[in-house]
């Protein structure tokens, strides 16, 4: 495995951390968790450029890393009955700073691929309870070289990488450290929440990859000249279907491309797709069906073979998703894909996010609606059944009669959380209260 990390000049731009600091702070960082004998270190960092010299630093004192999603106190107890030291915004600052690093320690390779250094990714637990997942440092350096391989990224042209994705999860980990790790390109500091400073930060290079997701890239306004002169050349997406409207818009008007990633956590990348119906599988993965028409997929950084949760159709080596087999319900004597709903009412002019899954208490769909400013309008001054009556409307062309949502909820914006998931936790409480709720009432 060819890692490019050499050919980086910046490890970010702003404020610039030049690749020779960069490595002198990681060799400390490593030498002060020796000393200190630490084994176990939870990882809980803003920057992402720190939260990758620290993450080496650990890969060479072979220090177990533990990543949290948040910082509430069940968490906290997670780290404290693995004993790991916690690796916060203010002790990284100092960490190791009184290090003294022998010349000869800066000329060994930062960089090992094959080190079996455990990663440990502890999920929110948005449909269940949370779990611990553990990878190992070469799993995400392979991986890292599958996604550069397939996509065909190239380290001759360097991006920087900027993104509104947590480095915390799974998804940001991959595409915001190991990738651009891997691929010799420099990481934008922070996680940026709205396009504005996304944009903002992309101002500080010529080529930008934007890592991103559907909640954010839907409410991009295309019409901001600032974008123009962005210089993105490519957006990666994922955490949830993109509309391919949204894509296709964006294709357009930038004149980037259009990448959206289909994985989890347990599984990392699985395939990609750029404006078309049908996943690719990266150059390393196996797919295939279950019995259950479910997809199955293995890669070299599996132990064994994982299910997925999803039905698909097989076309040749690439596939068609269904949607979630639990999002597949049978009403009567249809089945019905929730997520076809879902695109379906996402299509309708009044509706900016949408939801759809079974009632809490009946056996029918309910939708939970995250309305356009055009809709609000409509919602105030018609009044709720009036949307309703339209949302039908639209859905009765393309949906059977049984996958037509008797139940409604309607806001400005729904509540996903970091990975674009909805809770289910949340989902129930919308519908069984008496009340909508809209951000500016």
Known sequence: MQINFSAIKDITLNPPWSKQDFTLRAWQISQQLQQQQVRSLGLWLDDAAQMACVLLACFQAKVRVLLPPNLLAENQQWLARENAMLMDNERVATFGLEQQVEAETL?????????????????????????????????MWQEAQAIADTIKFSADRPLYVVSSVSAQHHYGL????????????????????????????????????????????????????????????????????????????????????????????ETGAIAFREQETLWTPTVVTEVGLTENE???????????????ADMVQMHGERFLLLGRADRIVKLGDKRISLVNIEQALQQHSWVIDCFVAKHPNQARPAAWVALTEEGLKVYRTQGRNAVIHSLRQHLSQNQEAAGLPRFWRFTDKLPRNSQSKILNADFEQAFLSQQEEFANE
């Open 294 to 308: 479910t997809l199955w997929v293995n890669s070299p950084w599996l132990d064994e073979p994982e299910i997925m």
């Open 107 to 139: 000329t060994q390779p930062l960089i090992d691929p094959d080190c079996q250094s455990e990663i440990w990714l502890k999920t929110s637990g948005s449909s269940g309870e949370p779990k611990v997942l553990i990878k190992t440092a070469k799993k």
């Open 174 to 265: 991959s595409y915001r450290i190991f990738l651009p790790l891997y691929l010799g390109w420099s990481i934008a500091r922070l996680q940026y929440h709205y396009p504005e400073y996304l944009m903002s930060e992309s101002l500080q290079a010529e080529n930008v990859l934007w890592v991103s997701s559907p909640a954010l890239l839907t409410h991009l306004n295309l019409k901001d000249t600032k974008l123009a002169r962005c210089g993105i050349r490519a957006v990666i997406s994922a955490g949830s279907p993109l509309p391919s409207e949204t894509a296709q818009h964006i294709h357009d008007m930038l004149g980037c491309r259009m990448i959206e990633g289909y994985g989890s956590t």
